[in-house]
């Protein structure tokens, strides 16, 4: 059964911080995993999707790896601001019943400080 | 915009007494899932519709139930809530079929069971 671990649960940075995400998993047949904003008392916002055949996905400050052989992925948050504060949540996706079934990590809450 | 729509927003309800979440979306997207996610919790799915057909986590609990009347709407619905189920309700879509599609999810429903 797949498992994935969000470290740390909770983060503080200045803002102008640079800061990374990390995220694990213990079966590395995957298809893809995608990283996920929440907002508190929200749904989720959809940052990056790495396909299993890709090393990394970039969006504006936004840079997520996946290193699968490792079962490992990390999101890169460049030059942090106040707005970034939020709940970063990856997950990972497997193929099954013809949808892309999602295990997700609990999350890093995190918050940028002016 | 092209979207995925979740009411009620917040739905209380008291122990035992059915109740109905209620899910659309105008993305015309294949697959529609529902998560629950309780308190400082992972989303953890409970159930997903490939079209018409239905497809049910293992251990999602007999309690939950859901209806597809059709593309747009999808309803989940709980037979005897427990103060257990209080938690925010997640649906989502995909198009499906291919692994590079990303999941769309609503801004949830709170659920308080009293």
């Known amino acids: 059964k797949q498992e994935v671990t969000q470290i740390p649960a909770a983060l503080s940075v200045p803002e102008g911080e640079n800061l990374v995400l990390n995220c694990s998993f213990t079966?590395?047949?995957?298809?893809?995993l995608q990283w996920f904003r929440q907002d508190p008392g929200k749904g989720l916002t959809s940052l990056l999707l790495?396909?299993?055949?890709?090393r990394e996905q970039t969006s504006g400050r936004l840079n997520a790896s996946l290193d699968k052989s490792s079962g490992r992925s990390t999101l890169y948050i460049a030059a942090s601001q106040p707005g970034d504060s939020a709940t970063y949540l990856c997950a990972v996706g497997d193929f099954t019943g013809g949808g892309n079934k999602l295990t997700f990590g609990t999350g890093t809450q995190l918050k940028v400080e002016l | 915009d092209a979207m995925v729509i979740q009411n009620p927003r917040y739905q209380v309800t008291q122990f035992g007494k059915p109740v109905t979440l209620s899910c659309s979306q105008t993305?015309?997207?294949?697959?529609m899932y529902w998560y629950q996610q309780k308190s400082s919790q992972a989303p953890k799915l409970l159930f997903h519709?490939?079209?018409?057909?239905?497809?049910n986590e293992a251990d999602t609990p007999d309690n939950f139930q859901s209806r597809r009347p059709n593309t747009s709407f999808c309803f989940l619905d709980i037979r005897s809530p427990g103060l257990g189920d209080a938690a925010m309700y997640l649906c989502?879509?995909?198009?499906?079929?291919?692994?590079?599609?990303?999941?769309?999810f609503g801004p949830g429903t709170r659920l308080l069971v009293l």
């Open positions: 790495i396909q299993s055949s890709q």
């Open positions: 079966d590395s047949a995957i298809y893809n």
């Open positions: 519709y490939y079209d018409k057909d239905f497809n």
């Open positions: 993305l015309n997207h294949n697959v």
């Open positions: 989502a879509t995909s198009r499906t079929t291919r692994v590079r599609e990303t999941q769309y």
